[in-house]
């Protein structure tokens, strides 16, 4: 039975042909229900962000023909950064970020070339943290990624 809802029935024909579970793809509501917690956040929410970036990040490797444990530790460090640069609690976002910087430590110091097009966004989100978004670090940083595919560490 094809579902009623536009973007599930893209579920069914774009991803899971592809060898997408569905059990993977359950996990994202795992991963986005912390976020309704009241702040200041804890652990729990670094913990359901890292969920996130690890399932979209190696929902995207499988996509792009790699590995999803190529990507994870990528998306976990990335999602972390995303939601402290979105978090208008300004104690919530400063632990996200503190996360954020345990978790880059995690990310390999060389990422394969076949998930790189997806892992440029951890390696903007590195520059974002390292060096406070500046323009000639991110595009530094993404050019390093796709030649090399290091992130910034310091």
Request: hydrophobic share 45%; with cysteine.
């Amino acid at each position: 039975m094809t579902p009623a809802e536009p973007r599930l029935q893209a579920v069914n024909t774009e991803l899971l042909p592809r060898g997408v579970s569905r059990k993977a793809l359950s996990g994202l509501e795992d991963a986005w229900l912390p976020l309704l917690d009241p702040f200041p956040w804890g652990k729990a929410v670094a913990d359901g962000l890292k969920l996130r970036g690890r399932i979209l990040f190696g929902v995207g490797a499988r996509l792009l023909g790699g590995d999803p444990a190529e990507a994870e530790a990528a998306g976990a460090f990335w999602s972390l950064v995303d939601g402290a640069q979105h978090c208008s609690d300004v104690a919530s976002s400063d632990m996200l970020t503190r996360e954020a910087k345990l978790s880059l430590g995690e990310v390999p110091g060389k990422l394969p070339r076949r998930v790189r097009p997806l892992t440029v966004l951890a390696a903007l989100a590195a520059a974002d943290l390292l060096y406070a978004g500046s323009g000639v670090a991110r595009v530094t940083a993404a050019v390093g990624h796709r030649l090399f595919g290091t992130l910034p560490r310091s």
